[in-house]
Protein backbone atom coordinates (compact mmCIF):
# COMPACT_ATOMS: atom_id res chain seq x y z
CA UNK A 1 0.00 0.00 0.00
CA UNK A 2 1.76 3.17 -1.01
CA UNK A 3 0.56 6.75 -0.09
CA UNK A 4 -0.14 9.86 -2.45
CA UNK A 5 0.71 12.94 -0.72
CA UNK A 6 0.52 16.80 -1.55
CA UNK A 7 3.82 17.43 -3.78
CA UNK A 8 5.69 20.61 -3.04
CA UNK A 9 3.51 23.62 -4.77
CA UNK A 10 6.34 26.00 -5.39
CA UNK A 11 7.54 29.09 -3.07
CA UNK A 12 5.47 30.26 -0.08
CA UNK A 13 2.75 28.21 -1.02
CA UNK A 14 1.38 26.04 1.55
CA UNK A 15 -1.86 24.51 0.77
CA UNK A 16 -4.32 23.71 -1.81
CA UNK A 17 -8.26 22.57 -3.04
CA UNK A 18 -8.88 19.79 -4.01
CA UNK A 19 -10.40 20.69 -7.73
CA UNK A 20 -11.43 17.13 -8.55
CA UNK A 21 -10.43 13.30 -8.93
CA UNK A 22 -8.91 11.99 -12.17
CA UNK A 23 -9.29 8.10 -10.66
CA UNK A 24 -11.82 6.66 -8.74
CA UNK A 25 -11.05 3.58 -6.21
CA UNK A 26 -10.73 0.54 -8.22
CA UNK A 27 -9.60 2.33 -11.33
CA UNK A 28 -5.91 0.71 -12.32
CA UNK A 29 -2.95 3.31 -12.13
CA UNK A 30 0.10 3.84 -13.76
CA UNK A 31 3.37 5.21 -12.79
CA UNK A 32 3.24 9.34 -13.47
CA UNK A 33 -0.38 8.95 -14.11
CA UNK A 34 -2.94 12.11 -12.71
CA UNK A 35 -4.75 11.42 -9.83
CA UNK A 36 -6.17 14.32 -8.51
CA UNK A 37 -5.97 17.86 -9.51
CA UNK A 38 -5.51 20.64 -6.95
CA UNK A 39 -6.45 24.32 -7.33
CA UNK A 40 -3.39 26.63 -5.69
CA UNK A 41 -3.89 30.84 -5.65
CA UNK A 42 -2.78 30.82 -8.93
CA UNK A 43 -3.02 27.47 -11.16
CA UNK A 44 -4.38 23.92 -10.76
CA UNK A 45 -1.51 21.35 -10.09
CA UNK A 46 -1.80 17.82 -10.92
CA UNK A 47 -0.72 14.84 -8.52
CA UNK A 48 1.00 12.05 -10.03
CA UNK A 49 1.01 8.67 -8.74
CA UNK A 50 4.76 7.16 -7.66
CA UNK A 51 3.56 3.73 -8.12
CA UNK A 52 1.40 1.23 -10.32
CA UNK A 53 -1.65 -0.28 -8.97
CA UNK A 54 -5.15 0.20 -8.23
CA UNK A 55 -6.44 3.07 -6.44
CA UNK A 56 -7.54 2.85 -3.48
CA UNK A 57 -9.18 5.37 -0.67
CA UNK A 58 -9.52 8.78 -1.66
CA UNK A 59 -8.94 10.46 1.98
CA UNK A 60 -10.31 13.98 1.13
CA UNK A 61 -13.09 15.08 -0.64
CA UNK A 62 -13.42 18.00 -3.47
CA UNK A 63 -13.38 21.40 -2.15
CA UNK A 64 -11.22 20.48 0.95
CA UNK A 65 -8.03 22.20 1.89
CA UNK A 66 -4.95 19.83 1.85
CA UNK A 67 -1.49 20.86 3.26
CA UNK A 68 1.66 19.88 1.32
CA UNK A 69 2.96 16.49 2.73
CA UNK A 70 -1.01 15.53 3.39
CA UNK A 71 -1.65 12.22 2.54
CA UNK A 72 -4.68 11.86 0.07
CA UNK A 73 -5.16 8.87 -1.01
CA UNK A 74 -3.77 5.43 -1.02
CA UNK A 75 -2.70 3.23 -4.24
CA UNK A 76 -2.59 -0.75 -3.69
CA UNK A 77 0.75 -1.65 -5.65
CA UNK A 78 1.69 -4.73 -7.99
CA UNK A 79 0.42 -6.74 -10.64
CA UNK A 80 -3.08 -6.52 -8.58
CA UNK A 81 -3.44 -3.85 -11.44
CA UNK A 82 -4.63 -5.92 -13.53
CA UNK A 83 -7.23 -8.79 -12.13
CA UNK A 84 -9.47 -6.32 -10.14
CA UNK A 85 -9.60 -4.54 -13.58
CA UNK A 86 -12.06 -7.44 -14.81
CA UNK A 87 -13.45 -7.84 -11.39
CA UNK A 88 -14.69 -3.97 -11.46
CA UNK A 89 -16.17 -3.55 -15.20
CA UNK A 90 -19.82 -6.07 -14.40
CA UNK A 91 -20.37 -3.61 -11.41
CA UNK A 92 -20.20 -0.25 -12.96
CA UNK A 93 -21.49 -1.08 -16.33
CA UNK A 94 -25.39 -1.64 -15.10
CA UNK A 95 -24.74 2.18 -13.52
CA UNK A 96 -23.26 3.54 -16.62
CA UNK A 97 -25.87 4.15 -18.66
CA UNK A 98 -28.30 5.67 -15.75
CA UNK A 99 -25.20 7.90 -14.84
CA UNK A 100 -25.21 8.68 -18.97
CA UNK A 101 -28.65 8.90 -18.87
CA UNK A 102 -28.80 12.23 -17.18
CA UNK A 103 -27.10 13.83 -19.85
CA UNK A 104 -30.00 13.22 -22.31
CA UNK A 105 -27.89 9.79 -23.98
CA UNK A 106 -26.68 6.79 -23.94
CA UNK A 107 -24.75 6.40 -26.36
CA UNK A 108 -21.73 7.73 -24.49
CA UNK A 109 -21.43 4.32 -22.56
CA UNK A 110 -19.84 3.22 -25.82
CA UNK A 111 -17.47 5.88 -26.30
CA UNK A 112 -15.79 5.19 -22.95
CA UNK A 113 -12.63 3.25 -22.15
CA UNK A 114 -12.85 0.17 -20.57
CA UNK A 115 -13.15 0.07 -17.31
CA UNK A 116 -14.27 3.44 -16.80
CA UNK A 117 -17.13 5.40 -16.05
CA UNK A 118 -18.83 7.97 -18.47
CA UNK A 119 -19.76 10.03 -15.23
CA UNK A 120 -16.93 9.52 -13.61
CA UNK A 121 -14.63 10.79 -16.60
CA UNK A 122 -16.27 14.34 -15.95
CA UNK A 123 -14.94 16.70 -13.86
CA UNK A 124 -18.05 17.89 -11.32
CA UNK A 125 -17.73 21.24 -13.32
CA UNK A 126 -17.57 19.68 -16.79
CA UNK A 127 -20.95 17.60 -15.90
CA UNK A 128 -22.71 20.65 -14.59
CA UNK A 129 -22.37 22.28 -17.97
CA UNK A 130 -23.58 19.31 -19.80
CA UNK A 131 -26.53 19.24 -17.67
CA UNK A 132 -27.37 22.34 -18.07
CA UNK A 133 -26.66 22.67 -21.88
CA UNK A 134 -28.10 19.61 -23.21
CA UNK A 135 -25.01 18.48 -25.08
CA UNK A 136 -23.82 14.96 -25.96
CA UNK A 137 -20.15 14.96 -24.29
CA UNK A 138 -19.22 11.72 -26.22
CA UNK A 139 -19.51 13.86 -29.57
CA UNK A 140 -16.94 16.66 -28.13
CA UNK A 141 -12.80 16.56 -28.46
CA UNK A 142 -11.66 17.25 -25.10
CA UNK A 143 -8.63 20.17 -25.20
CA UNK A 144 -7.67 19.90 -21.64
CA UNK A 145 -4.67 17.51 -20.15
CA UNK A 146 -4.46 14.21 -21.69
CA UNK A 147 -7.96 14.78 -24.14
CA UNK A 148 -10.56 15.44 -21.21
CA UNK A 149 -13.17 17.62 -21.82
CA UNK A 150 -13.37 20.94 -20.33
CA UNK A 151 -16.07 22.91 -19.16
CA UNK A 152 -15.22 25.43 -21.91
CA UNK A 153 -15.42 23.11 -24.78
CA UNK A 154 -18.63 22.09 -23.71
CA UNK A 155 -20.14 25.89 -23.36
CA UNK A 156 -18.19 26.38 -26.90
CA UNK A 157 -20.14 23.04 -28.50
CA UNK A 158 -23.23 24.51 -26.75
CA UNK A 159 -23.04 27.92 -28.55
CA UNK A 160 -21.66 26.59 -32.12
CA UNK A 161 -25.02 23.91 -32.20
CA UNK A 162 -28.00 26.17 -32.11
CA UNK A 163 -29.59 23.13 -33.84
CA UNK A 164 -29.43 20.83 -30.78
CA UNK A 165 -31.89 23.40 -29.30
CA UNK A 166 -34.65 21.50 -30.31
CA UNK A 167 -34.08 18.17 -28.87
CA UNK A 168 -34.74 19.21 -25.19
CA UNK A 169 -38.23 18.73 -26.46
CA UNK A 170 -38.41 16.31 -23.76
CA UNK A 171 -37.83 18.67 -21.07
CA UNK A 172 -41.44 19.89 -20.85
CA UNK A 173 -42.23 16.80 -18.74
CA UNK A 174 -39.50 17.48 -16.80
CA UNK A 175 -40.43 21.05 -16.15
CA UNK A 176 -44.24 21.27 -14.19
CA UNK A 177 -42.11 19.34 -11.32
CA UNK A 178 -40.56 22.32 -10.61
CA UNK A 179 -42.59 24.88 -11.69
CA UNK A 180 -43.62 27.74 -9.44
CA UNK A 181 -40.23 27.39 -7.83
CA UNK A 182 -37.10 29.37 -7.91
CA UNK A 183 -33.69 27.31 -7.57
CA UNK A 184 -31.10 28.80 -6.15
CA UNK A 185 -27.33 27.37 -6.26
CA UNK A 186 -24.60 27.76 -4.24
CA UNK A 187 -20.66 26.86 -5.34
CA UNK A 188 -17.57 26.97 -2.96
CA UNK A 189 -15.33 30.07 -4.86
CA UNK A 190 -12.38 28.29 -6.41
CA UNK A 191 -9.23 28.93 -5.05
CA UNK A 192 -8.02 31.33 -7.65
CA UNK A 193 -11.24 33.37 -7.58
CA UNK A 194 -10.90 33.49 -4.00
CA UNK A 195 -7.44 34.93 -4.80
CA UNK A 196 -8.34 36.99 -7.41
CA UNK A 197 -11.28 38.94 -5.34
CA UNK A 198 -8.97 39.49 -2.69
CA UNK A 199 -5.82 41.22 -4.73
CA UNK A 200 -8.64 43.21 -6.78
CA UNK A 201 -10.16 44.45 -3.88
CA UNK A 202 -6.45 45.11 -2.02
CA UNK A 203 -5.36 47.58 -5.23
CA UNK A 204 -8.59 49.27 -4.56
CA UNK A 205 -7.96 49.72 -1.06
CA UNK A 206 -4.20 50.69 -1.61
CA UNK A 207 -4.00 52.64 -4.80
CA UNK A 208 -4.82 56.09 -5.73
CA UNK A 209 -6.43 54.81 -9.02
CA UNK A 210 -7.56 56.51 -12.15
CA UNK A 211 -8.39 55.77 -15.47
CA UNK A 212 -7.54 57.81 -18.74
CA UNK A 213 -8.80 56.90 -22.01
CA UNK A 214 -7.61 57.69 -25.85
CA UNK A 215 -8.38 55.81 -29.28
CA UNK A 216 -6.38 54.56 -31.86
CA UNK A 217 -6.70 54.29 -35.51
CA UNK A 218 -5.67 50.28 -36.28
CA UNK A 219 -5.88 50.78 -40.55
CA UNK A 220 -1.91 50.50 -40.69
CA UNK A 221 -1.87 47.47 -38.30
CA UNK A 222 -4.48 45.40 -39.87
CA UNK A 223 -3.56 46.67 -43.40
CA UNK A 224 0.15 45.39 -42.16
CA UNK A 225 -1.38 41.78 -40.71
CA UNK A 226 -3.03 41.26 -43.59
CA UNK A 227 -0.68 41.22 -45.91
CA UNK A 228 1.94 39.35 -43.72
CA UNK A 229 0.39 37.23 -41.54
CA UNK A 230 0.49 34.06 -44.26
CA UNK A 231 4.30 35.03 -44.62
CA UNK A 232 4.53 35.30 -40.80
CA UNK A 233 3.16 32.00 -39.67
CA UNK A 234 5.16 29.52 -42.47
CA UNK A 235 8.37 31.38 -40.96
CA UNK A 236 7.76 31.82 -37.50
CA UNK A 237 5.12 28.83 -37.33
CA UNK A 238 2.34 30.94 -35.09
CA UNK A 239 -0.23 33.49 -36.33
CA UNK A 240 -0.07 37.19 -36.39
CA UNK A 241 -1.93 38.90 -33.56
CA UNK A 242 -2.49 42.64 -32.37
CA UNK A 243 -0.85 41.19 -28.59
CA UNK A 244 2.64 41.32 -30.79
CA UNK A 245 2.05 44.84 -31.79
CA UNK A 246 0.78 46.47 -28.80
CA UNK A 247 3.28 44.45 -26.63
CA UNK A 248 5.84 45.71 -28.76
CA UNK A 249 4.57 49.46 -28.66
CA UNK A 250 4.03 49.35 -24.85
CA UNK A 251 7.53 48.31 -24.23
CA UNK A 252 8.11 51.19 -25.98
CA UNK A 253 6.20 53.78 -24.16
CA UNK A 254 7.75 51.68 -20.53
CA UNK A 255 11.47 53.46 -22.12
CA UNK A 256 9.83 56.92 -22.38
CA UNK A 257 7.79 57.07 -19.37
CA UNK A 258 9.44 54.87 -16.85
CA UNK A 259 7.35 56.06 -13.92
CA UNK A 260 4.57 54.08 -15.44
CA UNK A 261 6.62 50.20 -15.41
CA UNK A 262 7.52 51.37 -11.82
CA UNK A 263 5.77 50.25 -8.63
CA UNK A 264 6.11 51.49 -4.89
CA UNK A 265 7.71 49.34 -1.98
CA UNK A 266 6.93 51.20 1.42
CA UNK A 267 8.53 55.10 1.15
CA UNK A 268 10.74 53.69 -2.03
CA UNK A 269 9.64 53.92 -5.71
CA UNK A 270 11.35 51.00 -7.72
CA UNK A 271 12.36 51.46 -11.34
CA UNK A 272 12.85 48.71 -13.67
CA UNK A 273 15.53 48.76 -16.61
CA UNK A 274 13.59 45.59 -18.27
CA UNK A 275 9.47 45.32 -18.87
CA UNK A 276 8.15 42.13 -17.57
CA UNK A 277 4.49 42.55 -19.35
CA UNK A 278 2.02 40.07 -17.89
CA UNK A 279 -0.78 39.38 -20.04
CA UNK A 280 -3.96 38.14 -18.93
CA UNK A 281 -4.88 34.74 -20.45
CA UNK A 282 -8.84 32.87 -20.60
CA UNK A 283 -8.25 29.79 -18.67
CA UNK A 284 -11.32 26.91 -17.75
CA UNK A 285 -11.42 28.76 -14.29
CA UNK A 286 -10.37 32.26 -15.11
CA UNK A 287 -7.96 34.36 -16.30
CA UNK A 288 -4.95 33.83 -15.27
CA UNK A 289 -2.03 36.06 -16.08
CA UNK A 290 1.78 34.61 -16.92
CA UNK A 291 4.47 37.22 -17.70
CA UNK A 292 6.43 37.93 -20.75
CA UNK A 293 9.68 38.42 -19.10
CA UNK A 294 12.62 40.94 -20.56
CA UNK A 295 9.45 41.69 -23.34
CA UNK A 296 12.36 45.05 -24.03
CA UNK A 297 14.15 42.06 -26.16
CA UNK A 298 11.83 39.99 -27.98
CA UNK A 299 10.36 40.78 -30.94
CA UNK A 300 6.75 40.51 -32.30
CA UNK A 301 7.52 36.62 -33.68
CA UNK A 302 8.84 35.76 -30.33
CA UNK A 303 5.98 37.75 -28.41
CA UNK A 304 3.16 36.64 -29.88
CA UNK A 305 5.29 32.62 -29.72
CA UNK A 306 5.39 32.94 -25.85
CA UNK A 307 1.71 33.90 -25.78
CA UNK A 308 0.68 31.34 -27.67
CA UNK A 309 2.22 29.18 -26.02
CA UNK A 310 0.59 30.53 -22.43
CA UNK A 311 -2.93 30.45 -23.99
CA UNK A 312 -2.17 26.62 -25.13
CA UNK A 313 -0.97 25.65 -21.57
CA UNK A 314 -3.85 28.01 -19.88
CA UNK A 315 -6.28 25.77 -21.48
CA UNK A 316 -4.60 22.61 -20.44
CA UNK A 317 -3.99 23.88 -17.15
CA UNK A 318 -0.06 23.24 -17.34
CA UNK A 319 0.96 26.85 -16.29
CA UNK A 320 4.02 26.87 -13.59
CA UNK A 321 3.96 29.15 -10.57
CA UNK A 322 6.85 30.87 -11.46
CA UNK A 323 5.59 32.02 -14.85
CA UNK A 324 2.74 34.05 -13.38
CA UNK A 325 5.01 35.75 -10.61
CA UNK A 326 6.32 39.11 -10.76
CA UNK A 327 5.66 41.70 -13.59
CA UNK A 328 5.94 45.26 -14.14
CA UNK A 329 3.14 46.79 -16.16
CA UNK A 330 -0.27 44.44 -17.58
CA UNK A 331 -2.08 44.34 -20.60
CA UNK A 332 -5.53 42.73 -20.75
CA UNK A 333 -7.67 42.48 -23.97
CA UNK A 334 -11.08 42.13 -23.14
CA UNK A 335 -12.16 43.25 -26.97
CA UNK A 336 -11.49 39.35 -27.74
CA UNK A 337 -14.99 38.94 -25.47
CA UNK A 338 -16.39 42.21 -27.62
CA UNK A 339 -15.67 44.85 -24.42
CA UNK A 340 -16.06 48.44 -25.98
CA UNK A 341 -14.71 49.85 -23.11
CA UNK A 342 -13.70 49.39 -19.36
CA UNK A 343 -11.63 50.25 -16.64
CA UNK A 344 -9.05 47.95 -15.27
CA UNK A 345 -8.02 47.32 -12.07
CA UNK A 346 -4.14 47.16 -11.21
CA UNK A 347 -2.65 44.14 -10.37
CA UNK A 348 -0.30 45.00 -7.40
CA UNK A 349 2.14 45.56 -6.83
CA UNK A 350 2.39 46.99 -10.49
CA UNK A 351 1.29 50.82 -10.88
CA UNK A 352 -0.52 50.41 -14.28
CA UNK A 353 -2.30 48.16 -16.60
CA UNK A 354 -3.23 49.10 -20.12
CA UNK A 355 -6.54 47.41 -21.16
CA UNK A 356 -7.35 47.28 -24.84
CA UNK A 357 -11.03 46.84 -26.40
CA UNK A 358 -12.79 45.55 -29.70
CA UNK A 359 -12.21 47.37 -32.67
CA UNK A 360 -15.09 48.87 -34.42
CA UNK A 361 -15.64 50.94 -37.41
CA UNK A 362 -16.44 54.52 -36.74
CA UNK A 363 -16.81 57.79 -38.51
CA UNK A 364 -13.42 59.79 -37.84
CA UNK A 365 -12.38 63.61 -39.18
CA UNK A 366 -8.97 62.67 -41.68
CA UNK A 367 -7.81 65.78 -43.21
CA UNK A 368 -10.63 67.61 -43.26
CA UNK A 369 -13.17 64.65 -44.09
CA UNK A 370 -15.59 62.65 -42.26
CA UNK A 371 -14.35 59.28 -43.39
CA UNK A 372 -14.89 55.58 -41.63
CA UNK A 373 -11.75 53.50 -39.73
CA UNK A 374 -11.72 50.56 -37.49
CA UNK A 375 -10.95 52.45 -34.35
CA UNK A 376 -9.79 51.00 -30.91
CA UNK A 377 -10.56 52.20 -27.25
CA UNK A 378 -7.32 52.11 -24.86
CA UNK A 379 -8.06 52.59 -21.19
CA UNK A 380 -4.92 53.38 -18.73
CA UNK A 381 -5.62 52.55 -14.92
CA UNK A 382 -2.63 53.81 -13.03
CA UNK A 383 -1.60 54.28 -9.39
CA UNK A 384 -1.91 57.71 -9.15
CA UNK A 385 0.29 57.94 -6.14
CA UNK A 386 3.73 57.46 -8.49
CA UNK A 387 2.25 58.53 -11.90
CA UNK A 388 1.01 61.73 -13.12
CA UNK A 389 -1.81 62.44 -15.11
CA UNK A 390 0.68 64.15 -17.64
CA UNK A 391 2.60 60.54 -17.60
CA UNK A 392 -0.54 58.69 -17.83
CA UNK A 393 -1.55 60.96 -21.10
CA UNK A 394 1.85 61.33 -22.60
CA UNK A 395 2.19 57.08 -22.28
CA UNK A 396 -1.13 56.91 -24.19
CA UNK A 397 -0.34 59.02 -26.83
CA UNK A 398 3.57 57.21 -27.43
CA UNK A 399 1.64 53.93 -27.64
CA UNK A 400 -1.05 55.34 -29.86
CA UNK A 401 1.50 56.80 -32.37
CA UNK A 402 3.21 53.86 -32.63
CA UNK A 403 0.02 51.57 -33.52
CA UNK A 404 -1.05 54.20 -36.31
CA UNK A 405 2.42 54.44 -37.56
CA UNK A 406 4.09 50.57 -37.14
CA UNK A 407 7.13 52.21 -38.70
CA UNK A 408 7.38 53.67 -35.14
CA UNK A 409 8.40 49.91 -33.94
CA UNK A 410 11.55 49.32 -36.40
CA UNK A 411 12.85 52.58 -36.44
CA UNK A 412 12.68 53.13 -32.32
CA UNK A 413 10.72 56.15 -32.24
Do not use: C
Request: hydrophobic share 40%; proline share 7%.
Amino acid sequence: MADVKVPVLGESITEATVGEWLKNPGDPVKVDEPIASLETDKVSVEVPSTVAGIMGEQLVKVGDTVEVGAVIATITEGGAAASPAPAATPTPAPTAPAAVASYGSSSPAQGQAPGSDGAAALSPSVRRAVLETGVDPSNLQGTGRDGRLTKEDVMTAAQNKPAAAPAPAAAPTAAPASSGGRKEERVRMTRLRQTVAKRLKEAQNTAAMLTTFNDVDMTAVIEARTKYKDLFEKKHGVRLGFMGFFVKAAVMALKDIPAVNASIEGDEIVYHDYADISVAVSAPNGLVVPVIRDAQDLSVSGIEKTIGDFGKRAKEGTLKMDEMKGGTFTISNGGVFGSLMSTPIINPPQSAVLGLHRIEERPVVRNGQVVVRPMMYLALSYDHRLIDGREAVTFLVALKNAIEDPTRLLIDL
